[in-house]
């Protein structure tokens, strides 16, 4: 069973916006906080945002994020989106939704602890 799907992916000009998808499993967005990772090729993976299922409480990595994504929460449906605006080509990646503990241990959250999607690619030209 997939616990995680994720959706949005696209290719899109510097400047341009999107927005993902991560729709959750009744089990996993029982998790104390669903966010996003992301990971280019050759990089090391980034954490990126993250909100909490219950609380709503929000914490951006502020040096991947600079005030250009915003992470919101759909509780009726257990879905995470994630609006990326003013998008760089530093942000091409493959972007991940993960479930688990809040930060700032989600931060360090990897497979096979938490719940975790397959991915989906976002990909910036300049």
């Known amino acids: 069973q997939e616990h995680l799907v994720e959706s949005g992916e696209g290719s899109v000009e510097t400047g341009g916006s999107l927005r993902l998808a991560c729709t959750a499993s009744?089990?996993?967005?029982?998790?104390?906080?669903v966010g996003w990772f992301r990971q280019a090729p050759g990089k090391a993976r980034e954490g990126v945002a993250s909100i909490s299922t219950a609380g709503g409480r929000i914490v951006y990595a502020e040096y991947v994020v600079k005030g250009r994504f915003t992470i919101t929460q759909d509780n009726a449906n257990n879905t995470v989106y994630l609006q990326m605006n003013n998008l760089e080509p530093e942000d091409t990646a493959m972007y991940r939704c993960?479930?688990?503990?809040?930060?700032?241990?989600?931060?360090?959250?990897?497979?096979?602890?938490?719940?975790w999607g397959q991915g989906t690619q976002v990909t910036v030209s300049s």
């Open positions: 993960a479930a688990g503990p809040c930060p700032p241990q989600f931060w360090h959250l990897r497979p096979p602890s938490g719940y």
């Open positions: 009744r089990v996993a967005y029982s998790s104390d906080c």
